[in-house]
C-alpha cells in the first residue's frame, strides 16, 4: 500500500474524528485543535470560521484578540485571512497558506461542527413546530368550545398571553372603522384606535415600542386579527417573561401569535356572527309581540251603526307599521272614525302608533270633535315624541241621528265622498300634522251624508302605491274604482282596492302602510 501524500499529526486526526462521534463540547474540540495548530506555528492568535449563507460565523479562537462572531462577504482589514473550503481562518500575523494540511482538516472539522449545529437546529425547530401545533390545537379546542363574544375575547386574549409567556395584553375588535377594545389584561389600553394610527402600523411592521398603546408595557408584540386578508381586529401582547424579569418577544412568537390569531379570527366571528342571531331572534320576538299588540289596537268587529255600514282595513308594509284607524261609539249616537298616519315605518312607528292610541282614548267621550279636542291631542303627542316624528291625521265623528260628519283633518290625506247622485267631493286637508307645533291651530268642517253616499278615510300608503315604471296609483285612480263599485259590499270594495294596488305595483313590495275607512249611509 503505498503511503500517504500528507502526513498530518495523530493527535489532530483523533481530535478531529471524535468530531464526528460526539453530541457535546464540539467548539471545544476545535478550539483545542486551533490552539495546537496556533502553538506549532508561533503562538499567534486565530479564528476559525465556517461559511454559511449569510456569512461566515466563528466556531474557534484562541488568543486575546477580539475576533467577531460574524463576518460578511467583505471581510476586515488589518488581519491576515486564509480561505478554505466552506472555512476562512483570520490570523494576527501571516502564518499560513490553503495548501497547509493541518488546516485543511481544521476546516473540515468546522464543516462538520457547523452541519451538526444546522441539524440540531432543524431537530429544535421541527420539536418546536411540535409543541406549537399541540399548543395551538389545544387552545383552538378552548376557544371554539364558547360563542359568547364577550367570554371568548377574554379567552382568546387569556390563551394568547400564557402563550407567549406575556404579561399584559389586548384585544381589540373592529367596529365602524376603528379598533374598539373587547377585551384587556393589565391596565393601560386605549379603549378605541384609528384604523390608520401610526403606532398600530409601527408595531406590525415589526417594532415593539408600544407603550403609546399599552401603557407600562417596554415590549409590544402586535399580530391582525384576519380571515381571508380582511381584518376583523388586533391582538396586543406585551413583556414576555424571563429570568432577568421582562424581555423582547423572540421572532418565533410574532409567527406563532399570528398562527392562534388567523385561529381566534375564525372563533371570534362565529360568535359575532352568533350574537347577531341572537339579536336578529330577538328582534323578530320583539316585532311579533308588537304586531300582536297592535292587532289589539286595531279595531278586531265592526261596530253596528243603525242608518249606516262601516268597514275598516289595515295591512302594515312589514310586521307591524305605522298606519292607524278606530271606530267606536261615543253615546248619543255619536260615532268617532279616526285614520292616522305615523312618519316612518316599522317598530318605532308602532310605538307612536300606541301613543296616539292611548291619547284618544284618554280623551273624555264627551268632549266633541273641534279645535279643542285635537288641539289638546297636539300638544300630548308633541311632549310624547321626538322632534323628528309626527302623525297626520283625520278626525271625524259621525251624528248617526242627524247624518253629520264633523271632522278636522291635521296634514292627513283628504277624504274622498262620492255622492249618490254622482258628485265627488274632497274633505279638504287643513292644519298641521299632530306633533310639529305644539301651538299649532284648526279648524272643523262639518258635511252631511244622504242615502247611498260613501265618504272614503285612507292613508297615503293606498294613492302613492308605485308601479316598476314609478308611476303613483294617485287619487284619481282610486276615486274612479269608488265611483264604479260604490254599491258593492264595503268588504268587497275594500278588497277590490287590495287587489288594484297590489295588481298596479306589478310584484314590487309594498312601499308603505294602507288603511281604509268606509262608512256608506244605508
Known sequence: MA???????????????????RAADDRAVLDAELARWSASRGAADAALYAAGADGYRRLAMVGTTPFPERLGARLPGGWFAVELPEA????????????????????????????????????????????ELQALYDVGLAIASTLDLAALGEEVLLRAISLLDARRGALYLIEDG?????????????????ADD????????????????????????????????????????????????????????????????????????NAKLHRLSLEKERLEREMELAAEIQQQILPKMMPDITGFEVHGWNRPARQVGGDYFDLRGLGDGRWSLVVGDVTGKGLPAALMVSTLHSAL?????????????????????????SSNKFITLLLAELNSETAEVSYLNAGHNPGVLIRRRGEVEELPAGGLPLGLMPQARYGARRVSLERGDLLCLYSDGITECESPAEEEYGLERL???????????????????DLETTTFASGLPQGDDQTVVLLRRS
Do not use: C
Open 3 to 21: 503511503k500517504p501524500a500528507i502526513d498530518l499529526d495523530a493527535a489532530a486526526w483523533h481530535g478531529l474524528f471524535s468530531l464526528t462521534h
Open 88 to 131: 476562512l481562518l483570520l490570523t494576527t500575523v501571516e502564518l499560513a497558506s490553503a495548501a497547509d494540511p493541518q488546516l485543511l482538516l481544521l476546516a473540515a472539522g468546522a464543516r462538520i461542527v457547523e452541519l451538526k449545529q444546522l441539524i440540531q437546529e432543524q431537530h429544535f425547530q421541527a420539536r418546536f413546530r411540535g409543541v
Open 178 to 194: 376603528h379598533y374598539r377594545l373587547q377585551s384587556q389584561l393589565g391596565a393601560g389600553a386605549r379603549r378605541e384606535l384609528a
Open 198 to 269: 401610526p403606532a398600530i402600523q409601527a408595531l406590525l411592521a415589526g417594532e415593539e415600542d408600544g407603550g403609546e398603546l399599552l401603557s407600562g408595557a417596554r415590549h409590544v408584540l402586535a399580530v391582525p386579527v384576519e380571515i381571508e386578508g380582511q381584518p376583523r381586529g388586533l391582538l396586543l401582547v406585551g413583556d414576555k417573561e424571563s429570568r432577568h424579569g421582562v424581555g423582547p418577544f423572540p421572532p418565533t412568537d410574532r409567527r406563532t401569535l399570528s398562527l392562534f390569531a388567523n385561529q381566534a379570527a375564525i372563533a371570534l366571528e
Open 361 to 385: 282614548r284618554l280623551l273624555p267621550d264627551s268632549m266633541p270633535v273641534g279645535p279643542a279636542l285635537i288641539e289638546r291631542l297636539n300638544r300630548h303627542i308633541h311632549e310624547a315624541s
Open 479 to 497: 276615486v274612479a274604482l269608488l265611483e264604479k263599485r260604490r254599491d258593492e259590499p264595503l268588504e268587497e270594495i275594500v278588497a277590490a282596492i
